[in-house]
């Protein structure tokens, strides 16, 4: 493939993962940031928005090693979407380049490989990042920030309502919705994820590489796991 892991001779250093604490990483900020920023996008996009160009691997393209996250490519085995708030993401997904600036997004299906942060050589670019990981019962919701230093990570929310799966199935199978189905899916969002989520708890069972692999309805939430 076109892209090289870095090895520790190659890289300048290890990136390590901080929680996200304080008012970065609470509830009240992720609102006005789906307030202000995802839902706007919603209404100027619809689901296209979370569609990026896909381009072929540059040269240099490289997974960076982040404290507790994967050096290859891995799979999840549920939908994430995942929405740009500051600078731009670089990521691979299924073999391919995607680069996203603030205000657009990507859909991952489940079980697709992807990297969730890549690099250009020893270059990483910035980034701020909402994920919302797609259950049956809702989703989970957490906020990560990728600098040249350092990876922080919030909490995760559980927001339990079992619409937002059904949207994610509909976003998945017509991500070229019309003008009609963008204000259905923008009200439903709104609806769903800006509720208040659930109280702390324990962290659902999770995968070897540290993410969700499933999760009950039980109470739980926020909840804490490695990577993104």
Known sequence: ??????????????????????????????????????????????APLFLPTPQPLPP?????LIDGMLSSP??????????????????????????????????VPAHTPY?????????????????????SFGVLVHRCRLTPHEHLKSVHYAVLNPALWDLCCLWA????????????????VAAGVLQPPHARASPPLSSPDGRFASASMGDFAPAVAAGD
Not at 5 to 30: D, K, Y
Not at 81 to 106: E, H
Not at 118 to 131: E, I, Q, T
Not at 173 to 188: D, E
Request: hydrophobic share 40%; proline share 7%; net charge positive.
């Open 74 to 107: 891995w799979q999840n085995p549920y939908p994430l979407f995942v929405y740009v708030t500051d600078g731009t993401c670089l990521m691979i997904l299924k073999g391919q380049w995607l680069q996203v600036p603030a205000g657009k997004g990507v859909f």
């Open 1 to 46: 493939m076109g892209w090289q892991m870095l090895s520790h001779r190659e890289r300048t250093g290890f990136i390590p993962t901080n929680p996200m604490v304080g008012e970065a990483g609470n509830w009240e900020n992720f609102r006005r940031l789906i307030e202000r920023q995802l839902l706007p996008s919603l209404d100027a996009y619809g």
């Open 173 to 188: 199978n017509t991500l070229t919705a019309s003008r009609g189905q963008t204000h259905a899916g923008r009200q439903r």
């Open 115 to 135: 990297v969730a942060h890549a690099a250009l050589g020893d270059r990483l670019v910035p980034c701020d990042l909402l994920n919302f990981s797609v259950f």
């Open 60 to 64: 240099d393209a490289r997974i960076p």
